[in-house]
């Protein structure tokens, strides 16, 4: 296309946009839809203990959509893709049950320590966010297993070894319920804030183009280590929340690969670098999950698998994403 | 001022500047020609910090910019565009602007008040909320420039700013060109091979040759150098 | 010298040269379609049931089930090329649609061979005549001999392959400029699909050396296959096609030498941490012709 008829093409489209004339009434817009999600996500799960004492269900989808939420800070809004994302997941679950079970603590500041482990190995592991887009992605992979071995090796006495932990004595499955609510809203509460601060804005254009960036004065290093370590403590929560609820901790689940590839199919079918894109994507994909896994445990996997391959060739934007791309004239109104 | 002083850049055993020295006064335009393959742009990347100078040194008023990072160069007051326009697609044009200004302690309302004036000086105020991907090339390259000037640099270093501009639209940019000096009090090193608007905005012209400086002086002077007409026309 | 020590070298030899034919595939199709292929550990297992069946089924000795296993796998490569890699060029992140896919791709793989062949691990019923040698007090399988003999083979097959042959100089223009090589007139796309077929047929026949090699092999280790050669190909430099060689050898050798001393936990460890050092180090891997950061 030549440049007279692209801009013709921008100058007969603009007049269809109500926000040409009332810029302010686009971020007004904006926040009003985030408003609205966030206010149904609270009343959806709140009320849940009152009604039921069946509350696995609901427990877990606010698991995937906290860790789908936060996977989106670093893939959708840095643009990285940690592959080694469980590292976290799985630290905060040990660091709970050791705190937990081997020192004797309460069950929040156990939570405060699992928070403050996985932000120490997220700073540990730094370094690594010099490494260009695939290469850190594999790296991070490597380093999850890494942890893994690493506890391993631990010695048995702090972190029960091949049978893991068992945190008897804590066992209430309603607070942890709203531990995880809290998280939830926590994490919420951390994308609004990063979609509309600062630290946003830089983040986006190093997405974009990562040495235009640098060339106007984004500190790349330093801007994409905040939101790092942003992004590793919500994952750490979310495990040690967890172990806390079902009160066992061991190698193998805490260190699932699926939890990463669970994070990244939830966050990637909503659509990457959109608020609403992880929530959209776990609400529509959670419950079709669960019931795979409940009737067939190995086909999970296998559906899991082709789900990834067919998002990333049909629906490479996720649903959000499709949908700003088709209604491009809504895109702005999309937080 | 800019004060380049021998600067070599070599790639394995390339040599792509080999001792370039050049000065760009205060308030001035500096117009840099060349062929392709002349080493324009390894200058630039060079004092701009996305390579690191083999030898030699660069400096703004005295400041030396030798091994600082891009982001630190564009903080002593230098700001960049390039051939190929780079914007942040997936963003407003606001939002463009507004990365530029992110490390200069401004207020929402001050934010708002430079991007205004530059979106309008380069026409494109009433597209302010639109993604910049939907820009056409031309308009690129304008949001580009209007997304350094906005951080007030004391040097602008333009990458062949009129490539792929329709007419109109080059025009408009020559005018921004010409009143930087001036108005806005910023120096410019304009690097481009289209000779009508280097020889008409420039005060003094510098042409590179191989990794050369091959002749400078005014635009008149140039015309008539004899080694410049065996380069260009020659050989 | 302590003979336990000779020992843990002369299977870091071993071992260093067949996760080198692993790095060595996947740094082909890295290096020519940029395509991060997570799925090559799942490959590799696939190529040592391959071995398995053929040797159940048809009575094929793992060696001559080699050219079959590469034929197959190169032909599925060929398809796999047309059906999965060749749109993700047009998406946004080439690189990290793939990478996303191949994972996709890795489950899938896992999850497949999970419902046909079962969890339990299998083994390839193989043995020669003598079952080893002995060199003063170090002990050589002639299996693993063998093994070692058949990587440098094909090592040696691809290195002339890409350095002496036109389609093979073509994929080194490719790695190096993509393109320019479209400019000279080469069909890419034919070219691309065929170098996923190569890689993928490399990693069956590392999948029969494997198994070979290793007691036994299951659906599960996939994973760490595909892991081990991602640390030899950034070892040894990303898209550096022979590079990986130095790189698997380089990390057979701590893996086996740190088994001698310590337990295999730690010395997979050990491939971490010289992993993580090398890119803190050295962040174009030791023979790198690119940058990772």
């Avoid at chain 1, 994507?281 to 190995?298: C, E, K, M, N, V």
């Avoid at chain 1, 086909?299 to 990834?308: A, R, S, Y």
């Avoid at chain 2, 070599?10 to 006064?25: E, N, Q």
Wanted: net charge neutral.
């Amino acid at each position: 296309m030549s440049d007279e008829t692209r801009e013709t093409r921008i100058e007969a489209q603009n007049p269809l946009s109500a926000s040409q004339k009332n810029p302010e009434k686009t971020s007004h817009i904006k926040s009003l839809i985030w408003g609205g999600v966030v206010t149904l996500i609270i009343l959806a799960f709140l009320p849940v203990p009152l009604f039921t004492t069946n509350l696995s269900f609901m427990f877990y989808m606010m698991l995937w959509l906290t860790m789908a939420t936060s996977f989106n800070f670093v893939a959708g809004m840095a643009g990285y893709m940690p592959f080694g994302y469980v590292a976290f997941y799985g630290i905060g679950a040990y660091a709970t049950g050791v705190l937990y079970k081997t020192f004797g603590l309460p069950i929040p500041i156990a939570l405060a320590g699992a928070a403050a482990a996985g932000v120490a190995i997220g700073l540990l592991l730094a370094p690594t966010l010099r490494l260009k887009g695939v290469y850190f992605g594999i790296v991070s992979l490597a380093l999850a297993m890494a942890m893994k071995l690493i506890i391993s090796l631990m010695p048995a006495k702090i972190t029960g070894g091949s049978l893991g932990l068992i945190l008897s004595g804590a066992n209430d499955p309603t607070m942890a319920y709203y531990a995880m609510f809290i998280v939830l809203l926590g994490a919420l509460a951390a994308g609004t804030w990063l979609s509309m601060s600062r630290l946003g804005i830089a983040l986006r254009a190093i997405r974009d183009d990562r040495e235009a960036a640098e060339v106007v004065g984004v500190n790349v290093v330093r801007t994409r280590l905040k939101a790092w370590v942003m992004a590793t403590m919500f994952p750490s929560l979310v495990g040690g929340v967890e172990a806390w609820y079902t009160n066992a901790i061991d190698l193998e689940s805490s260190f699932n690969l699926l939890v990463t590839a669970k994070s990244i199919v939830y966050a990637m079918a909503g659509g990457l670098g959109f608020l609403v894109g992880p929530i959209v994507g776990a609400s529509a994909l959670y419950g079709i999950d669960q019931l795979i896994w409940r009737h067939f445990p190995t086909l999970n996997l296998l559906i899991l698998g082709v789900v990834i391959i067919a998002l990333m060739l049909l629906l490479p934007r996720g649903i959000v994403g499709a949908f700003a791309q088709r209604f491009s004239r809504f895109r702005r109104f999309i937080p | 001022m800019l004060k380049v002083d021998q600067l070599v850049k070599t790639f394995g055993g390339m040599t792509a500047l080999a001792g370039i020295s050049l000065t760009v006064p205060d308030r001035s335009i500096l117009g840099v020609l060349g062929m392709n393959g002349s080493g324009k742009t390894t200058m630039l990347n060079c004092i701009n910090g996305i390579y690191e100078a083999t030898a030699g040194e660069i400096s703004l008023d005295g400041v030396s910019l030798i091994g600082k990072a891009p982001h630190a160069v564009f903080s002593e007051g230098v700001g960049r565009t390039f051939q190929v326009p780079r914007i942040f697609p997936q963003m407003s044009l606001l939002e463009n602007l507004a990365v530029a200004l992110l490390n200069k302690g401004l207020s929402n309302a001050q934010v708002a008040e430079i991007s205004a004036h530059w979106l309008n000086k380069v026409e494109l105020y009433r597209l302010r909320h639109n993604y910049a991907e939907e820009l056409s090339g031309g308009q690129q390259k304008l949001l580009e420039l209007a997304r350094i000037m906005v951080a007030n640099p004391k040097l602008v270093l333009l990458d062949e700013p009129f490539a792929g501009v329709n007419p109109s639209l080059a025009l408009l940019l020559i005018g921004i060109i010409r009143e930087m000096p001036q108005e806005v009090g910023c120096s410019v090193m304009l690097v481009s091979h289209d000779l009508t608007s280097v020889y008409e905005l420039s005060d003094n012209i510098l042409v590179m040759h191989e990794g050369h400086v091959l002749a400078e002086g005014n635009a008149e002077a140039i015309q008539k150098n004899p080694d410049v007409i065996e380069a260009y026309l020659g050989a | 010298m302590n003979e336990l020590l000779l020992q843990g070298l002369v299977n870091g030899i071993v071992v260093g040269l067949i996760y080198a034919l692993i790095g060595v595939s996947l740094n082909v199709i890295f290096g020519v379609l940029r395509v991060v292929n997570f799925a090559h550990g799942e490959f590799i297992v696939l190529g040592a049931y391959g071995a398995y069946f053929a040797q159940q089924l048809l009575g094929l000795s793992p060696l001559l089930a080699m050219p079959l296993v590469f034929l197959v796998f190169g032909l599925i490569g060929y398809g796999l090329y047309f059906l999965l890699v060749q749109r993700l060029s047009r998406s946004n992140d080439p690189e990290h649609a793939s990478l996303l896919v191949m994972f996709g791709l890795s489950l899938v793989l896992g999850a497949l061979m999970l419902l046909a062949f079962e969890a339990d691990s299998r083994s390839l019923n193989f043995s020669l005549e003598p079952p080893f040698l002995m060199f003063g007090n170090v002990i050589l399988p002639t299996t693993k001999l063998l093994g070692l003999g058949v990587s440098v083979v094909i090592t040696g097959c691809l290195a002339y392959f890409l350095y002496r042959t036109m389609p093979g100089k073509a994929l080194r223009a490719i790695i190096m400029n993509r393109d320019a090589i479209q400019i000279v007139g080469v069909d890419l796309n034919h070219l691309s699909a065929l170098t996923f077929g190569l890689g993928l047929g490399l990693a069956g026949i590392t999948g029969i050396i494997v198994s070979m090699i290793f007691p036994s092999f299951s659906p599960f280790i996939g994973q760490d296959y595909t892991l081990i050669g991602f640390i030899v190909i950034v070892l040894g430099g990303l898209g550096h096609p022979i590079g990986a060689v130095a790189g698997g050898i380089l990390f057979g050798l701590a893996e086996q030498t740190a088994m001698v001393f310590f337990s295999g936990t730690v010395a997979m460890l050990l491939g971490f941490v010289l992993l993580i050092a090398v890119i803190l180090i050295r962040p174009a891997g030791l023979f790198g012709v690119q940058n990772l950061r």
